[in-house]
């Protein structure tokens, strides 16, 4: 088994670096966090109190951070990973991050004498706690190889996707896919509660149709349909919606620097952006749905 520095313990963090300690590897976490720290002890992960602590005699190091500023700061400060971790430490970033951040990541890596592979992951809180996350890999082939050895603990699915960033635009194009479904769930659930069927019928209709997508049989957003959905929780955030706009908007950010025309995409980034202007920015990004209503009250949804 190996020794895992794990920086980054919050929603996906903890859960993942928990898989690991029940795979039978060492992991220490840091998190700038008192809460972080208290709930990955909870789990029974080891905890540390600076990056190089994490990073000391450690194989591998796993990031897991909001945004892309984020990880160029923990790569690049003076306390940060490129200083205390040993060029023998297999350098991996789950975090959903720009293409231009992660090239940066590869080539910063690179030139220090160090490995990296961008590591993204999709299936959210659910599936970090279940350990059925995809990994999508980039980078070199043997590097992805030593990569994919230690996402086996925390995955359902472990994809190669090919080279430097394939992963993270692999991941990007995935999300902005499912932000895009996502209004069609929120759109289709509401019509057909205005015409009057059941939703546990209708949803039962489209989830052996055309209809069927992950959004509506994960999150369908209306109460006591779907266990995991957050409408039977006043959408509280399962995926925040400043996520959702921070993910959605490097996916438009990629069509744009493309010369893609992606019109849903855009679509999907404003009304995210809409709730978020409204203060909304904390709750479910499922709570699309309201802006679907004649007078925005949704049910299951109390502000």
């Given at each position: 088994?190996?020794?895992?520095?794990?920086?980054?313990?919050?929603?996906?963090?903890?859960?993942?670096?928990?898989?690991?300690?029940?795979?039978?590897?060492?992991?220490?976490?840091?998190?700038?966090?008192?809460?972080?720290?208290?709930?990955?002890?909870?789990?029974?992960?080891?905890?540390?109190?600076?990056?190089?602590?994490?990073?000391?005699?450690?194989?591998?190091?796993?990031?897991?951070?909001?945004?892309?500023?984020?990880?160029?700061?923990?790569?690049?400060?003076?306390?940060?990973?490129?200083?205390?971790?040993?060029?023998?430490?297999?350098?991996?970033?789950?975090?959903?991050?720009?293409?231009?951040?992660?090239?940066?990541?590869?080539?910063?890596?690179?030139?220090?004498?160090?490995?990296?592979?961008?590591?993204?992951?999709?299936?959210?809180?659910?599936?970090?706690?279940?350990?059925?996350?995809?990994?999508?890999?980039?980078?070199?082939?043997?590097?992805?190889?030593?990569?994919?050895?230690?996402?086996?603990?925390?995955?359902?699915?472990?994809?190669?996707?090919?080279?430097?960033?394939?992963?993270?635009?692999?991941?990007?194009?995935?999300?902005?896919?499912?932000?895009?479904?996502?209004?069609?769930?929120?759109?289709?659930?509401?019509?057909?509660?205005?015409?009057?069927?059941?939703?546990?019928?209708?949803?039962?209709?489209?989830?052996?149709?055309?209809?069927?997508?992950?959004?509506?049989?994960?999150?369908?957003?209306?109460?006591g349909v779907v266990d995991s959905a957050a409408?039977n929780r006043n959408f509280d955030a399962t995926?925040?919606?400043?996520?959702?706009?921070?993910?959605?908007?490097?996916?438009?950010?990629?069509?744009?620097?493309?010369?893609?025309?992606?019109?849903?995409?855009?679509?999907?980034?404003?009304?995210?952006?809409?709730?978020?202007?409204?203060?909304?920015?904390?709750?479910?990004?499922?709570?699309?749905?309201?802006?679907?209503?004649?007078?925005?009250?949704?049910?299951?949804?109390?502000?």
């Amino acid at each position: 088994m190996s020794t895992i520095a794990w920086i980054g313990l919050g929603h996906m963090g903890a859960p993942m670096s928990a898989n690991l300690v029940a795979a039978g590897h060492t992991v220490r976490g840091f998190d700038i966090s008192p809460d972080c720290i208290a709930a990955a002890e909870a789990r029974g992960i080891g905890t540390v109190g600076s990056i190089a602590e994490a990073l000391d005699g450690a194989d591998a190091c796993f990031t897991s951070l909001p945004m892309p500023q984020h990880v160029r700061g923990v790569y690049e400060s003076d306390d940060g990973i490129w200083a205390h971790a040993s060029t023998d430490t297999l350098l991996l970033d789950t975090s959903t991050v720009d293409v231009e951040t992660s090239r940066w990541c590869h080539d910063e890596s690179a030139a220090r004498g160090f490995h990296f592979v961008d590591s993204p992951i999709s299936g959210g809180t659910a599936g970090a706690e279940a350990h059925t996350l995809t990994f999508m890999l980039g980078g070199d082939s043997a590097d992805v190889e030593r990569a994919a050895v230690y996402a086996q603990a925390m995955a359902g699915s472990v994809i190669a996707c090919g080279g430097p960033t394939a992963g993270i635009a692999a991941k990007l194009v995935n999300n902005m896919m499912l932000f895009v479904s996502m209004m069609g769930v929120a759109e289709g659930s509401q019509l057909a509660e205005q015409l009057g069927l059941d939703p546990k019928v209708f949803y039962s209709v489209a989830n052996v149709s055309s209809g069927q997508s992950w959004p509506q049989r994960t999150w369908y957003p209306v109460p006591g349909v779907v266990d995991s959905a957050a409408a039977n929780r006043n959408f509280d955030a399962t995926f925040s919606v400043d996520l959702a706009r921070k993910d959605c908007g490097l996916a438009v950010k990629a069509g744009e620097s493309t010369g893609m025309h992606l019109p849903a995409a855009e679509l999907a980034l404003s009304q995210l952006e809409q709730l978020s202007a409204e203060g909304l920015g904390g709750k479910d990004c499922s709570l699309v749905t309201k802006l679907v209503t004649p007078d925005g009250t949704l049910r299951g949804y109390t502000p």
